[in-house]
Structure formats: C-alpha cells, structure tokens
C-alpha cells in the first residue's frame, strides 16, 4: 500500500496567546513550501514584535525526504524549538512553520516551565489552524505530435488526470499531475503508446 497523502495547513492561524507567571507567549502557525518563505515569516513576526526577547520556533518541511529545524533562540538548550517541534510531529503536519514569541514577565520559569510554555503555546497555534488531507503527487512530461492529441486526450479525460501546463508548437507538451499511487499505471498508459514520450518532469 503507497502512502501518498500528507497533513498541512493551507492558512496562517489566528494569534494565540498562553501566560506562565507574567511571561507571555504569542504562538503562530504557517504554511510554507521553502526556506525563503520561512524566513520572510519570520523577518514579518520579528517586526511585529520587535521589543519581545525570544522567537523561537521549528519547521518541517517535504512530503518523503523531510527537513526540520528546531531554535530556541537564546532560550536554554531543547527548552523552546524542540517542544514546539514536538507539536508538529504530533499533530502529524508537514510542510508548516510554527513560532513562538516570547515576552518576559519577570519570573523565571526554569526549564520545565519553559518546555511546557513553548509545548503549549505551539498546540494552541495548530488548534487555532484548519489542517488538511493533501495527496502526494508526481509531475510527468508528455511530448507527443498533433496527430495524437485526441488520442491523449481520451485518456487525460477518462483518468481524470490534471494538466498543470500546457505548449503547444511544433510538438505538443502537456504537463500533468497524478497522485503517486496511480503513478506507475498512468506512466505505462502513455509509455506504451506510440508517438508518445513520457518521462517525471524536472523543475528547471
């Protein structure tokens, strides 16, 4: 059985708000698709909240090769990324960056506070967020001439498959997506028709 669906969000949470003897911390939660996103979100979260002493937060991005990062940004050591961390494995959500601000209220919380702190602040943020089902999917290239476009068309439109672009000059080129389950079954369909090329589509 191929596991070909993931969980994320599609929308910036609502700010959330946990107190802890004076301290407060604003938890938040984002989509995002690259480490350029990540950081604009950021650079957005430290303008807003400029005079706050810590921002400490933990992404995850990629649907099978995963990538993560956990800060506690002067916080001590696994005492604010890796609880917030923690939230997005339980959660089960990828692709999604969850901060944490901290204000200082005037009493030190000690290590265990701050993990509880910094735990619940990011579980707030992810119930505040609507999370959803998406599918995994491959992109394949098709290249093929006029006299076959009906021919794939027939099978674009009996699969229902999506055509993400499409050129059409000397030669046709369709780009399409299909979830990953049915991947190999649609590569054969058109790999076995002639005057057709199929091949996984590269990102230039």
Not at 34 to 42: T, V
Not at 147 to 157: A, C, E, F, L, T
Request: hydrophobic content about 35%; aromatic content about 10%; charged content about 25%.
């Amino acid at each position: 059985m191929i596991e070909d669906t993931y969980k994320t969000i599609t929308l910036p949470s609502q700010e959330t708000l946990f107190k802890d003897r004076n301290s407060k911390f604003f938890g938040y939660a984002f989509p995002v698709n690259n480490e350029e996103d990540i950081k604009n979100r950021l650079e957005e979260l430290r303008k807003l909240h400029h005079t706050a002493r810590h921002h400490c937060y933990a992404w995850q991005l990629g649907t099978e090769k995963i990538r993560f990062r956990a800060n506690d940004d002067g916080e001590p050591s696994n005492s604010a990324g890796q609880p917030i961390y923690g939230q997005i494995q339980a959660f089960g959500v990828t692709n999604v960056l969850i901060v944490s601000v901290r204000y200082f209220g005037g009493t030190k919380l000690g290590v265990g506070g701050l993990i509880n702190a910094y735990r619940s602040s990011a579980q707030l943020a992810l119930e505040a967020s609507e999370i959803i089902e998406k599918t995994i999917n491959i992109e394949y290239k098709l290249t093929f001439g006029y006299d076959m476009m009906n021919k794939v068309q027939q099978i674009i439109k009996k699969q229902q498959i999506e055509i993400i672009n499409q050129k059409l000059e000397l030669n046709c080129e369709y780009i399409i997506s299909v979830r990953k389950k049915e991947a190999e079954s649609i590569f054969n369909v058109f790999d076995n028709l002639f005057k057709v090329e199929i091949k996984e589509n590269e990102y230039e």
